[in-house]
């Protein structure tokens, strides 16, 4: 995890305004659980930062949504912000004709961009232990660590960070596996996936703690 610098009055200003721009845009809209939606970009935000991310990256992270689910121009970003900051958000806007694999090849080839999709992505992983429908969890969970894997495939960074939050079907158990562990796994021949190793490794854990 990377040392968190102090910001400058100019960069603060710019992340302030990124912070205001995306709760504007997610004004009045809702997440699956019925939780303000402004919650999941500042959670985001937060990972980036906690990871050690640049604060165009954190703003990015913050504004990660505000094309895709608000409708907001580009444009409006490129008045306001960086170039980087635009980029990066672009990036990490799906575009209508984009299937998952082309989306996520786009962010991996938009330098910073991975750091922030992966974030985002294991802040919605975990939290599906509040999606009440199964079937709904199910799908999303099938979703999530596939991207994750795929994210892993393009960029070997995606899993290094510090832990994997797995949410085990049964019971819906978090679990936090360390690099280390993963590493030890993966020195035994398992599979190459990170995300599954840690998946084995929460099984395992499960199990433990169960007997």
Do not use: W
């Amino acid at each position: 995890m990377g040392r968190i610098l102090p910001m400058s009055e100019s960069t603060n200003a710019m992340l302030e305004r990124a912070i205001e721009v995306a709760v504007v845009s997610h004004a009045g809209q809702t997440d699956k659980n019925g939780e303000a939606y402004i919650l999941h970009p500042l959670r985001v935000m937060q990972a980036v930062r906690a990871y050690g991310g640049s604060v165009e990256q954190q703003a990015a992270a913050v504004l990660h949504d505000v094309i895709e689910d608000c409708d907001v121009p580009d444009d409006f970003l490129v008045a306001r912000f960086s170039s980087q900051v635009c980029d990066l958000v672009d990036a990490l806007t799906k575009v209508e004709e984009e299937d998952c694999e082309e989306f996520l090849r786009r962010v991996a080839r938009m330098p910073g961009a991975v750091l922030i999709k992966e974030a985002d992505i294991n802040d919605n992983y975990g939290r599906l232990h509040l999606v009440q429908d199964t079937a709904v969890r199910s799908a999303l969970k099938l979703k999530y660590e596939g991207a994750l894997a795929y994210l892993e495939h393009l960029s070997p960074a995606v899993g290094r960070r510090g832990f994997f939050r797995i949410t085990v079907t049964k019971g819906e158990a978090l679990v936090l596996c360390t690099v280390d562990e993963i590493q030890v796994l993966r020195v035994e021949g398992f599979a190459n996936s990170a995300f599954t190793i840690a998946c084995r490794i929460s099984r395992r854990k499960l199990g433990a703690s169960s007997r």
